[in-house]
Structure formats: C-alpha cells, structure tokens
T-cell receptor, first 112, second 114 residues
Framework: ELKVEQNPLFLSMQEGKNYTIYCNYS?????LYWYRQDPGKSLESLFV?????AVKQEGRLMASLDTKARLSTLHITAAVHDLSATYFC????????????FGTGTLLAVQP | DVKVTQSSRYLVKRTGEKVFLECVQD?????MFWYRQDPGLGLRLIYF???????EKGDIPEGYSVSREKKERFSLILESASTNQTSMYLC?????????????FGDGTRLSIL
C-alpha cells in the first residue's frame, strides 16, 4: 500500500530565507505532483515530476524528484509573503486508475 | 482553462438527512474523484469513477455512495449524514492516462452536519 509522508507539517519562516519541504513515499511510482492551496480555495497544480532526476522551477519554487530514494523536495528560495499557503505532494498509485495518494500538507507561513 | 464546478461552497444539513454534492467538469475528462479534506489528514479519496456508470471505492467509502450518469457529472451522496462527516469535500477530474497532466480540482464544499 502506497503511503506518502510530508514534513514538516507547519513551517514558519521569515521573508528572504530559504527552506525545503520533503515528501517521502513508500512504493515505486512514476509520477509525483505538487499542489498549492490558499485558505478557503481549491488546489492549484504547481509541478508534475515524471522521471528520476526531474527538476522543475517556477519563480521562487523548485521541485525535484529522486525515484530511487522515493523522495521529492520543494525548495523555497528567498521566501516572500505571497508564498504563504498549504503545499501538498501527491504520488500516483499506478495501475489503470491513476489514483493519487496525498501527503498531509505543509502549512507555510512567511513572516515579513 | 479546465473548469471543475461544485454546486455549493457551504452546506449545512442535519443528522440523518440524505445529502447530495454535485460536481461538473467541462474538459471531457474520463476520471472523476471525490476527496474529503480534514486538518492534519490531507486529502483522502472517497470514491472515483473512470467512466460513465463506473465507480470504485477509495480509501474511506463507508457512509458514502456516488453516481455518474453522464461523463461530465459526478455526484457524492451521504446516505444518512452523521456529524463525523462534517468536512471539506473536493471534487477533481483528469484524463484517464494522466501522463503529465494533473488532476484539476473544484473550489470545494464545506459541509456541516448538525
């Protein structure tokens, strides 16, 4: 059974600092997704990572995937207040149904 | 742009009522999903459907059922609502072969059972 662990659950950081969110998963998968959720809003897709060593960057966010270690990271560079949100990783369960298993989410609060 | 529309943003119902949550997508997606979101637990899959009239149980199907009579519409039914079903419910859709496409989510329905 695929399990996805995300940490930390809560992250308070100052503007301008760097930090990393980690997503570990328990069984082999060929796809990993990162989503962002603002309070009271829906989930917005940030990145789709499809292969070992994949790296995607958008603004101050960079996501990477190591399928051998079953680990993905979301790195935040020089955080700004607008990045405050909850971030989820989700791993494809494989098979014909393309289910996603979500991590518990990381609530990021960037303090001015 | 993909649009996934959930019929209500907020809903208040009473214990024992039969509750219907509706979801419509406009991208001709084969797959549709219902999740519930609770603090500290992330998103948990209730049911999903990969075709009209087809459905499969997710991780927490107890107390719920679903209906998919048309490709664009996926309904979640709480047969007899209970207070532990108070939660945020999210609908999502995707193509059957995900490839590099993510699931697309609706805005959610915050359901309170009194």
């Amino acid at each position: 059974e695929l399990k996805v662990e995300q940490n930390p659950l809560f992250l308070s950081m100052q503007e301008g600092k760097n930090y990393t969110i980690y997503c570990n998963y328990s069984t082999t998968s060929d796809r990993l997704y990162w989503y962002r959720q603002d309070p009271g809003k829906s989930l917005e897709s940030l990145f789709v990572l499809l292969s070992n060593g994949a790296v995607k960057q958008e603004g101050r966010l960079m996501a990477s995937l190591d399928t051998k270690a079953r680990l993905s990271t979301l790195h935040i560079t020089a955080a700004v207040h607008d990045l405050s949100a909850t971030y989820f990783c989700a791993v494809a369960d494989g098979g014909a149904t393309n289910k996603l298993i979500f991590g518990t989410g990381t609530l990021l609060a960037v303090q001015p | 742009d993909v649009k996934v529309t959930q019929s209500s943003r907020y809903l208040v119902k009473r214990t024992g009522e039969k509750v219907f949550l509706e979801c419509v997508q406009d991208m001709d997606h084969e797959n549709m999903f219902w999740y519930r979101q609770d603090p500290g637990l992330g998103l948990r899959l209730i049911y999903f459907s990969y075709d009209v009239k087809m459905k499969e149980k997710g991780d927490i199907p107890e107390g719920y059922s679903v209906s998919r009579e048309k490709k664009e519409r996926f309904s979640l039914i709480l047969e007899s609502a209970s207070t532990n079903q108070t939660s945020m419910y999210l609908c999502a859709s995707s193509f059957r072969a995900l490839g590099n496409q993510p699931q697309h989510f609706g805005d959610g329905t915050r359901l309170s059972i009194l």
